[in-house]
C-alpha cells in the first residue's frame, strides 16, 4: 500500500466515523421520541388540553400549564429583547476595542455558561423578595430574561458580524449616519440571524423548571393568569411533578405533556428556520 | 342506555352544583399552599374538590420541600404549609421573629416501606437494629450476608431518597435516633421511581419510601417486614393506621397560619380539608387516620378561631 491509497483510507475511515457519530445523535432522539410518543399519545386529545390539573390521571390536563408557558415565554421575549439585540448593536458597532469592552465581551460568554439555578436564587433575591414581585408571572419571567440574555447578545453580534461591510460602506458612502446605517442597513440584513438565536434562546427557557421553583412557579394552579402578578404554573413543572407520582396513570400524563412541550419547541425553531431562509433569500 | 344513564346523572350533578351555588354567599379570595412534596397529591386532591364547592377561591399548592415550604410560610408568603415531619428549631426561630403563630394539624398517615427485588428469597423480615446496622453513617455491611450470616455473599445495592426529602429526615431520625444521619455510599435520588426502577432490576438491591410507591407496584416489588421487637409487621393501610407498623409509621401535617385561618374562605377550606381528608388521603395512596384523630384536628382548628 503506497502513502496515497493509505491517505485515502485513513480519509474514508474518518469519514464513516463522523457519519456514524452523526447518526448517533439522530438515533438517541429518535428513541426519545419513540418511547414518548408510545406511551404518551393515548392522552393527546382537547379535554387533555383544556382540562385542570386532578389527583386523578385520566382526568389530569394542561391548560393553565399551557396557557402559563405560553404567557412567561411571551413576556420573557418583550423583557429579553430590546436588552439583548440593543446590547449587542452596541458592543458590535459602537464600543471601541477597549479593556472595559473586553471585559463586558468575557463576562456576557461568562454568563451564558451559568447553570439556570443561580438565575433562579438572583430572581428570588431581587424581583421575589426585593422588588417585592412575589412569585408571580412577572418574576418568573424577569428571571428567564436574565438566563438568555446572553445568548441574544451572542447571536445578536454574529449576525451583525455576518453582514457584508461593503454594505455598511455603501451606506456611509451615501451619506448616512452611524443609525440610519444601523436601521436600514444593518438591523434588516441581520434580521434573520437574530430572530434565529431569539428563537433559539426561547427553546431553551421553555424547557426551564429549577429557576421557576425558587422563584415560585406552583404545581397545582387551577385558574389562568389574570394579571402579571398571578401565580402560575408551566409545563416542565407539571411533567416534573408527574413523573415523581407513584400512579402509573401519570406517567402517561407527563408523556403527553412532555410530547406538547416538544411540538410548541419543534414549531418554534420551525419559525426560526423559515424566517432564517426567507431573510437570506432576500437579502440575496 | 349506559351513556342515557351518565348523561342523566352528569346533568343531575350539573343541577345540584348550580343549587349549591345560589343557596351559598360565595366566598373569594385566594389560599397559597406550598411545602412537602409528600403532602402535595392531598393537597392537590382537596383543592380540586373545594374548587368544586367554592369555584371562586384561588387555591394554589406548590411543591418547594417540606424545608422550602417552611422558609415561605415563615415570611408570611403563604397561608398553609405542608410537612412530612415536624417543624425544625431553625424554622419555628423564623416564625417567631416574623410574629407568624401557627397551628400544627394532622391530615394523614404515611408509612415508610423497605423493599426488595421480587426475586429476593431471603430478606423476607429485618429488624431495626438489623436497619440500623445496614443505614448507619459508615455502615460496615458491604454483603447480605454481612447483616445476616445465611444470607448470600452478594454486594447490596442500597437505594434511598436524597437529603432533600422529608422522607430521609424521618427515616434516619427514627432508624438511626439523629436526624440526618445516613451512610452516603447508596443511590440517592429525587425521584422515587427510579428506585422502583432500580430494586425491580437488581435482586440485590433493597430501598425505602412511602408506602404508596409500593402499593402501586406491588407487582414489582417485594415488601420487607420490619420487627421492633414484637415480631415483624407487614406496612399496610391497617397496621400504619393502628401504629401496629412501628417505629416507621408517620404523620403528615399541614401548618395554618392562624392570622390567615380568620379569614373565612382559609376557614372554611381547612374545615373542607379535615372532612375530605380521610376520603382523599386514601384516594392518592395515603393512610387516613380513625375519624376520631380527624374529629381532634377540627376541635384544635375550631379554639384557633374563637381566639378571635
Known sequence: MNNFQKNKLIDHSFKILGMLFTF?????????????????????????????PSRKPENAGIYTAIIGTLDLMLLTVLFAIPVGVGAGIYLEEYAKKSKLSSLLEINISNLAGVPSIIYGLLGLGVFVRFFNFGGSILSGSLTLSLLILPIIIVATREAIKAVPHSLKEASFALGASKWQTIKNVVLPSSFGGILTGIILSLSRAIGETAPLIVVGAMAYVPFVPQSIFDTFSVLPMQIFNWTTRPQQGFAIAAAGAIIVLLLITFVMNGIAVYFRNRWQKKLQ | MKKLVFIISLAIVAISCGEKKDQKSELTGAISIDGSGTVFPVSEAVAEEFLKVEPKVRVTVGESGTGGGFKKFGTGVTDISAASRDIKGKEIELCEKNGIEYLQLTVALDGITVVVNKNNTWAKTMTTEELKKLWEPNSSVAKWSDIRAEWPNEDINLYGPNTSHGTYDFFTEVIMGESGASRTDYNAVADYNIVVQGIEKDVNALGYFGLSYYEENKDKLSVVGIDNGAGAVIPSIETVA???????????????????????????????????????????????????????????????????
Open chain 2, 242 to 308: 393502628s401504629n401496629e407498623y412501628a417505629p416507621l409509621s408517620r404523620s403528615l401535617f399541614i401548618f395554618v397560619n392562624k392570622k390567615s385561618a380568620q379569614r373565612p374562605e382559609v376557614e372554611t377550606f381547612i374545615n373542607f380539608y379535615l372532612d375530605n381528608a380521610p376520603q382523599l388521603s386514601k384516594e392518592v395512596g395515603y393512610v387516613p387516620m380513625l375519624q376520631s384523630g380527624y374529629d381532634a384536628q377540627k376541635a384544635a382548628f375550631s379554639k384557633v378561631l374563637v381566639k378571635k
Open chain 1, 24 to 52: 448517533l445523535g439522530i438515533l438517541i432522539l429518535a428513541i426519545l421520541i419513540y418511547n414518548i410518543v408510545k406511551v404518551g399519545y393515548t392522552r393527546i386529545n382537547w379535554t387533555f388540553l383544556t382540562s385542570l
